[in-house]
């Protein structure tokens, strides 16, 4: 069963505005974490943001900022003030606990375009 | 080395060869991942090994590929009589997990990757 859902293949946000990349997850678990991942042209991935199912914040990064909501294993990543170099693949992860496989797992990915 | 090196950076090879795919981890880190990117695509997982336990073999996709990591540093993913599906991206990538405790912020460092061309 897929344990990582990214439902938008593809998103455009103007350059300066915000966006939210969504993120839906499936576990039973109670200790897990979860990541965002960016992957621009050149292929190379780039560790964003961090969230433990613990936290009772939000993580944010700069203008990344994660809005989780555990009740409804969301993870959506927000993306303030847009730049054109935020545009790339970026992609949702989550890393189980104990109870089950401790590797970690990839969404599908959001293709996100930032135009000037 | 300062991050994750994979060797080679490109790789063609005829169908039905076998090939080997080299993973250098960040020194220290007990985690090592495989997963597969064909074009455009997400990450497909491929094996996981943590530390001394048995590695999750869970994701590799056929008998053709198998993975072994020495010493609990260098791994080698080997895929025999390649196909041409099985062009694609491979990007290893480690971690610092010395518990199962996923709660602790380690994120994992990727490699270059590896782009294998099956012709």
């Known amino acids: 069963a897929q344990k990582i859902t990214q439902t938008q293949p593809g998103m455009f946000v103007q350059e300066k505005e915000a966006v939210t990349l969504d993120c839906t997850y499936d576990?039973?678990?109670?200790?897990?974490?979860l990541f965002w991942y960016k992957q621009p042209s050149s292929g190379e991935m780039i560790f964003l943001i961090y969230q433990g199912s613990y936290d009772e914040q939000n993580a944010t990064e700069g203008r990344y900022s994660l809005n989780f909501q555990k009740a409804r294993k969301s993870a959506n990543l927000v993306i303030s003030a847009s730049q054109l170099g935020d545009s790339a693949m970026y992609f949702c992860a989550m890393r189980e606990g104990s109870g089950g496989n401790n590797d970690m797992r990839f969404g599908a990915g959001t293709r996100l375009t930032v135009k000037p | 080395g300062a991050g994750v090196s994979q060797s080679p950076s490109n790789k063609v090879t005829e169908k039905g060869k076998d090939v080997e795919l080299r993973c250098d981890p960040i020194s220290g880190h007990t985690a090592l991942y495989w997963y597969r990117q064909s074009l455009g695509q997400g990450l497909e997982f491929l094996i996981y090994f943590q530390g001394n336990s048995a590695p999750d073999k869970s994701g590799l996709p056929s008998d053709r590929f198998s993975a072994e990591r020495t010493g609990g540093s260098v791994s080698t993913l080997t895929i025999q009589r390649t196909q041409q599906e099985d062009s694609a991206v491979y990007l290893c990538a480690s971690s610092l997990v010395s518990r199962l405790d996923p709660t602790i912020p380690t994120e994992a460092f990727f490699g270059q990757g590896t782009r294998l061309t099956v012709v």
């Open positions: 576990t039973s678990d109670q200790s897990y974490g």
